[in-house]
């Protein structure tokens, strides 16, 4: 199975696409931070990265951590709508900022695992 570029924690720039009908979902181009790669599980027909999609709109709650500016070269403080987890295919990324630490991460992973008690 070929290496994947990307990795969990990445923060990368993406291009959302609009949705019909219009919904609530973030569009437009936004960083999002990486949560899963199937790809890495077994090969996809295409490839596509699991993404929880930031904001710099403030809310509170375990399912919206704020990532401080400066982590994972984020340009400001912002938001993880984890609870827009979504799949995204690795054609809409188009650009990379960094990485988060695995501390930095552990919020996001905290409202993850909130979502998906199974």
Do not use: K, N
Not at 1 to 7: L, W, Y
Not at 84 to 107: H, K, M, N
Request: proline share 13%; net charge positive; no cysteine.
């Amino acid at each position: 199975m070929p290496p994947t570029r990307f990795h969990i924690g990445q923060i990368l720039w993406a291009d959302l696409p609009r949705h019909l009908p219009p919904g609530h979902e973030q569009i437009g181009r936004r960083p999002v931070v990486v949560v899963g790669l199937p790809g890495g599980v077994q090969p996809l027909p295409y490839p596509v990265l699991v993404v929880v999609p930031l904001t710099r709109t403030r809310v509170r709650g375990p399912l919206f951590p704020v990532l401080r500016a400066a982590a994972g070269g984020l340009p400001v403080d912002s938001t993880a709508l984890v609870y827009q987890l979504g799949a995204l295919d690795e054609s809409r990324i188009v650009g990379q900022l960094g990485t988060l630490t695995t501390d930095e991460l552990a919020p996001v992973r905290q409202g993850l695992e909130r979502i998906f008690r199974f």
